[in-house]
Structure formats: C-alpha cells, structure tokens
C-alpha cells in the first residue's frame, strides 16, 4: 500500500497501541535546553524515577545565555544553566554548555554535529524542532510534561496527524531564499492553517534549495501550525549527512525515505514558485506579509468585522497606517540570527549585501551567529570583517537572543525590529517591540536604507 | 481510588476572549520564564494584556472587570496557543484557576501540555463559538460534560470534540509518565528489534 513518508516515519516508530486511541512512539534523539527542561528533571524526581537511556539525549545551553560574552548576564540565567548542567551531570547525559566549542542555537548544533539522519524521530522542548524534517526525520517539539515522558521512558503518546502536501512547482526569481518561499506558504495557508497536520514540502522549488534553505522552510513550518514538516531526503541530504562528528556512527535504513508516487495527502496546496516575491511582515502573526513593493493593507480588503478589527489591532501596536508602503516603514534595529536563520548560508547572503555599504545613521545592527561553529567559520570566511565594516555588531557567543529575547537582547517598547526570525508576536522581542520577519539578505537591505528595502536594489 | 479523581463536569463563569491567534508569548511574556520550577505564574499569565507598564490593572481587559474576574472557563479565537512550546503558559493558566477554554482550533503542542495538565480544550465549531462568545459577554454560566461531550449556556446546548486518549487523560487526572512506564516490556521489545545503527548515542 502506498504510504506517505509522515505515515512510514510514524509506523517505523510505533512501538504499541495504547488502549484509550493514543499509541506509545520511540524516541531516537532527544535534545533539551535550559528553559523548558529543569521541571521534566524535577518531576522525575519526584517520582523516584531514572532517564531510560541516558545516551539518546543532548543538552544545549541557548535561550537565555547572553551572547556578548559566555558569562550569564544575570543571577536568573546563571540558575537555568547551571541547573541544566547539574542535572545532566546527574543522569550522565551530554551537555554542550556555555564556552563548548559545540555549543550554539539547538537546532544549528544538531546538523552541525551530524545528528540528524534521514528517518530519524527526534523531539525536543522547543516548537522549532520541526527544523529536521529537511532531512527527512520526524522532529517535533514537546512541552516539558513530555520532556519528562521521554526522560522517563525514551518514548511519547502519540496520535497519528493528518497530512498534506504543499507543491511548490517552478523556478523562483532572483532575490527571493527560501525564507521568502516558507513566508509565502505561511501567508497562504494561514497562521493556524496546518494545525492537526503533518506538512510535506515538494516540488521543484523545494528540491533545488540547498540544505541551510530547506532548514529554514521546515523551521517556520510550525508557524503554520504544522506539528511536523518534511521534506523528502535526496542525494542532497546524503551529501550534508558527510563531515561531522557523528557521521556514520548511525543509519536509519530499511526504507526509501519520501512519499510513495501513489500516496495520498489528506490536504494538497499549490503554489507557483514563480509568484513568490521578498516579503516583509507588517503585522502581529507571520501570516500578516505583504511582498516588499506592496503595501500594508486597508480595512478595506478585508470582508467580516472581526477581520476589519483583527487589522486595525496589528496596525496599531506596529504603529502603522492603513495603505502605507512597506519600503516607508523606517526601523531602528537590524537583527539577523535565530534557528530559522543564523547558519552560514544565511551570513554569506546577508555579508553580500553589505559588502561596501554602511549601515543607516541611526540603526542599531547585530548579528549572532548560531553556533561557536559557525561563527568561527565565519570568521575565517572573512564574514565578520564584512559585518563589522558595515557597521554591525558581532557578537562572539552564541544563542537565540533578540529572536525571542530571553536574555538581555530585548528590544524597548515602540522599538521597530527588522529581524532575520520566525515570529513577530506583540511582545516577542520586547514589551511593545515591532517586528518585521524577513530574510537575512533583506534584513541587510533595510539595515543599509534605513527603512523595509528590496534586496533587489542592492545589485 | 481513581473514581474519587474523576472529573467529569466544568461549571462557572465564561470570559470571552475573542482574538484569534493568540500565542504562547501573549499568554505566558518570556519574563515570566526564567525559572526551575512550575509555579508563581499565575501573575505573569497573560500580564501585557491585563496590566500595564506600571504594573496597574487594565480596566477594559476582560478579565479585569466583574463579573469575568471570577472567569474559570475561556471562549477564545481561532487558533489559540500557538507558537513557543512553552508549557508555562498552561501552567500559569491553570494557576490564574483557569479549567477550561472553548475554541474552534487550538495549536498542537498548547493541546498537549493543556492535557497534562487538566486543562480541558473543547473543540466547537465557529458557530458553536459565536454564541457562546455572546453568552459569555452576557455574564452566562457554561457547563462542559466532559464525559457526555457536550456544553450548555443558557438554551445553547452543543456538542464538542475531543479525542477520547484527552477526554480519559482529563477525566481520571492521569500521570501519563507512569501510565507510560506500565509499558516498559514493549518499549524493550522495541528496542531489541532496533539494528545497532539505529541505537542514537551522543559524544559527550
């Protein structure tokens, strides 16, 4: 019978039916970090109860760690982290922790360090982990109740999603990464338009980005709802699979990881790769984009009251107008990092942009790098003399950062944020900070113009 | 004695709170999170919407103003806890005295950590919700049978969705971890059936 690759990764998975409908999963790499893990370790305490397989975890220090230098910034962070690094230390479990030359944003390290294959299940306390679906393993993120359950029995309570499918089909246009092809799909489909589903990503436009770009589509996946993201693996993910640490030292085989020819999605979406143009946020949840020549909408366009309201609420903590073109939309900060967008790749797109130009007269640019990895091949790349010129700031650790400002990168109240990230929630960078998602190169752009900017005017 | 855990029925005070999309951030800010354990959150549930920056209550929040302050039961927007996994904000929800929010749609990990946690998430359709969002701005009680699936408001009876594993979870107030653990023969089984290759272990 003809399967989908979500329904070969789960059955491959299944470890048994449970009586109330839910089925137990195994769980064959689990990372945790220091925020959303120091009650899974409590509660197994609690319950006198042991981790099942000490060697199928990591642990990363990345949420709230400031990233000026690999000292915590307060009394608070220092407590998160050192309490990871006692409980690991505890359990026998791997801890890539502060001055680690492994250390970085989780799901940078995890590809970096090789330990993410295709047909693998991973989970991990935090929403993004759908980022591993690019190379065809079921990753999803768990809450901390969970984290404890896999602590605890190295599996989850499961029930099977719904699939669908979004086809991509067709060249995309200069200009346009694949930040801008996940914006797009979340713009279409709509903030909580996957939720109850498993998404597969294909189509040619998804087959030719390369693995940094399939990361990212996969990453912001959740951002749609989706609880899962995949994309079929191909002589393109063998070929990162080479390299690092943990190369060769496991292989999921036994099966061809993609969608048979003849599976059936519960849910198809086309999109022509073609139409996707660079697009900026304007709102207050990452399906409020408009392409960067547009303009922000009018009530309008809009048909029910609650929609008519839903706008006018956007508009007025983002302190904009109704019409008003995105390239007038002026920032005060530039920020490229996060896991949907720190990785290398993503520093030589926005380093290309910023080569012999100088960040605005005003603006307030940082970039930090995902990983010690990656800032030190960076470095070496002359990627941050390339930055520095320009007039950012780089910063030397690693970590989450402004994305989600858990440690002192926090963005002040009416600040406006063009920012390489996957959320532009109110409050998310900041008590009354302003968001705009975009992509690494077009965060460049703006931090160059001083305003939101199309990349493509920066021959 | 299981039985005495049971809960079957959810009664009181329903605030409607109508936004759609509302996140995980919104209901739970990152301020809140810089902690080891679960509780002492009930303040920061929901704190941007419901103080203001000098820490004073806004009064036009509805959870600010009677009769809703007294709310146990949410009707919310579509697409409710989306975004960061964070299960502070079920935690600091169920802290506020929160048991229950009626939607049409929720996001999966906010429904997960909301079940490990007795907090019930009723799925109605938007007409369902429509009129109980009115029949809670009215100040109406609301009633959820969690074994009959149904909710009742005033003449409005109608029907919700929740998988059973939820529904039972809820109901007997069960600890899924040791739930689980009563299954160590099959999760041994499983790994047995597992090549060496597939044995995921991490350099320290």
Known sequence: MSRTLYDKLVDAHKVCDLPDGDMLIYVDFHIMNEYTSPQAFSGLDAKGLDVWRTEAHLAVVDHVNATRSN???????????????????????AFYGLGDPRQGIEHVVVPEQGLVIPGMLIACGDSHTTTYGAYGALGFGIGTSEVEHVLATQTLRYKRMKTMRVLIDGETAPGVTAKDIIMKVVQVVGAGGANGFAVEFAGSAVRHLDMAGRMTVCNMAVELGARAALIAADEVTEAALQGHSHSGRFAFYGESWHSDPEAVFDNEVAIAGGDI????????????????TAHVPVASDYV?????????????????????SAQSIAIDTAFIGSCTN?????????????????????VEAIVVPGSAMTRIKAEAEGLRAIFEAAGFEWRPEAGCSMCLAMNDDIAMDGERVASSTNRNFEGRQGRGARTHLMSPAMVAAASVAGHLADVRDFK | MKDQQMKKMIKGIAAPLPLANVDTD??????????????????????DLRFDNAGGPRPDFILNKAPWTQANILVVGDNFGCGSSREHAVWGMRQLGIDACIGTSFAGIFYDNARKNGLALPIVSPETRDLLLQAAGNGAEITIDLSGRTITAGDIRAPFEMDAATQTALIRGRDDTLDSLEHAGAIRDYEAGLKSQMRVSVIK
């Open chain 1, 277 to 292: 143009e660079p697009l900026v946020t304007w709102g207050t949840s990452p399906d409020q984009s408009v392409p960067i």
């Open chain 1, 342 to 362: 720190s990785r290398i790749e993503d520093l030589r797109e926005a380093a290309k942009i910023l080569e012999g130009r100088k960040v605005a007269v005003g």
């Open chain 1, 304 to 324: 029910s009251p609650k929609a008519k309201a839903a706008l006018a609420r956007s508009l007025n903590y983002m302190g904009l107008t109704e019409g008003q």
């Open chain 1, 71 to 93: 000292e915590p910034h307060d009394k608070a962070s220092k407590l998160l982290i050192d309490n990871l690094e006692s409980n690991c230390t505890k359990h026998d479990i």
């Open chain 2, 26 to 47: 919104v209901i739970m800010p990152k301020r809140f999170l810089i902690t080891i354990t679960r509780e002492g959150l009930a303040d920061g549930t929901f704190a």
